[in-house]
Structure formats: structure tokens, C-alpha cells
């Protein structure tokens, strides 16, 4: 995804719904991290920082740092108290025990870059370390997610028209913003891409340790799936 359509959406997330699930989500997370020793955590894609702001409260002495590709959600974490930064993961130097990617960051890549970003991510992942993600199923881009969706809040009107056809979820979306007594109008695009559990399984470098469904929204079908991988 383009850093502008990051940066749109940023300003749009809250009209979506998204944290109106988010701690549900996370407490899958904080469930499987409990088992789990570390000392260190990057959150890539960690967005306005609610997730890592949870993670301090429950892990004060742990090193934690979130990056993200939009300044806007950076500098909105960076307000809450978050360390977080605007860098891409190959300008990261230090090692981490865990990295998490919560809300579907991975189906934003597709298979080429997937496989690069593996291969980066391998480089700042100690051994012996864990990938901690979750991704939409197909249910949750080909029915859950396709349609039109209308918000008005009076200073923000955004239209989003979304479509999956073959493994692709695309999503249009147009935002007016008030300005004084004008608008401004902001056009983006986001895809995602469906990926399944044979491609995880085949992963140099990585060994696929455990696959969760969920059903966040509580439909008639799982529409995410956490993964959990190993550097090995």
C-alpha cells in the first residue's frame, strides 16, 4: 500500500469500526504471549499505537517499539506514549525475541513481496524467536468485507466501494474533509491479497508453529486466522 493511501486511511480509521474489535483481537494475542519468554517486540504496521500501548501496561520492562510506513499514525502513536517510528523494516538494526503484525498487515503484501519481507524479517528475528500475525480468511474478504460503506461525522464523508475477485480484495475509497466552509477531497486504494496456510508452511527459515481461526465479528465463518512461526 502507498504511503499516502496509509496516510488517508489513518485519518479515516476510527469511522470504520476497527477499534470497536481491536480488543478482542488483541487479547488473542496477549493470550499466546503469555507462554511465551521475551525480552524484546517490534509491532510492524503498529499503526495509531493502541496494541503496544496495551503490551506496555502488561509488560512495563519489556523493550517495545512499533514502526509504520504513515508519519500520521506514527506521530498519533508517538502522542500516546509509544516508541514508535516511521521506518521501513530493512532500516531496522537491532534484533528483536517477537515481532506482531495485528489487523491483516501481511495481506497487504503479496507473494513476491511477502517472500522479501520474510526474508528481511529473518534478519531481525533472533533465532529461536516468533512472527506473531493475523491475516483475513477468505470469508472475511469475499463476504465480509466487499460492498459500499457510507460515514458522515460532519468534517469527515468518506465512500468506500470494495470488491474480491481472485485472491484480490480491492478497495476504493474517497474522503472530504472540512475545511473552513470547503472540502477536501482525498482519493486512495488499498489491496489485499489471500494467502493461505501451504504458503507459510513453506517458508526458508521459518517454521510454522501454530494456526488459529477466529471469528472476530462473530459471522457464520472464521474471518482471520492468527499465525504463529518460528525462526528457526
Keep these: 500500500m502507498k504511503n499516502e493511501a496509509l496516510d488517508i486511511y489513518a485519518k479515516i480509521e476510527d469511522l470504520l469500526g476497527v477499534k470497536d474489535v481491536a480488543p478482542k483481537l488483541y487479547s488473542y494475542y496477549f493470550f499466546i504471549l503469555e507462554d511465551l519468554h521475551f525480552n524484546s517486540l517490534l509491532d510492524i504496521g503498529c499503526g495509531s499505537g493502541d496494541f503496544l500501548r496495551s503490551l506496555a501496561m502488561q509488560y512495563p520492562q519489556r523493550n517495545l517499539m512499533g514502526i509504520d510506513r504513515s508519519q500520521v499514525m506514527v506521530e498519533s502513536a508517538q502522542a500516546k506514549g509509544v516508541n514508535a517510528v516511521n521506518v521501513e523494516l530493512d532500516s531496522i538494526e537491532e534484533q528483536f525475541d517477537i515481532a506482531t503484525a495485528t489487523f491483516d498487515m501481511v495481506n497487504y503484501l503479496n507473494q513476491d513481496e511477502l517472500l522479501d519481507f520474510f526474508e528481511t524479517l529473518a534478519q531481525v528475528i533472533l533465532k529461536g524467536g516468533y512472527f506473531i500475525f493475523d491475516i483475513n480468511s477468505e470469508y472475511g474478504l469475499s463476504e465480509l468485507a466487499v460492498g459500499s460503506f457510507i460515514e458522515d461525522d460532519g468534517d469527515r464523508f468518506i465512500a468506500i466501494e470494495s470488491f474480491y ?60 486466522e492468527i499465525y504463529i512461526l518460528e525462526r528457526v
Design 165 to 224: 475477485e481472485d485472491g484480490i480484495y480491492d478497495s476504493e475509497f474517497t474522503l472530504f474533509e472540512k475545511c473552513d466552509s470547503l472540502y477536501k477531497k482525498s482519493i486512495g486504494n488499498i489491496k489485499q491479497y489471500l494467502h493461505n496456510e501451504s504458503f507459510f508452511n513453506q517458508l526458508d527459515g521459518w517454521k510454522l508453529k501454530k494456526r488459529l481461526p477466529i471469528k472476530l465479528y462473530d459471522m457464520q465463518d472464521y474471518d482471520k
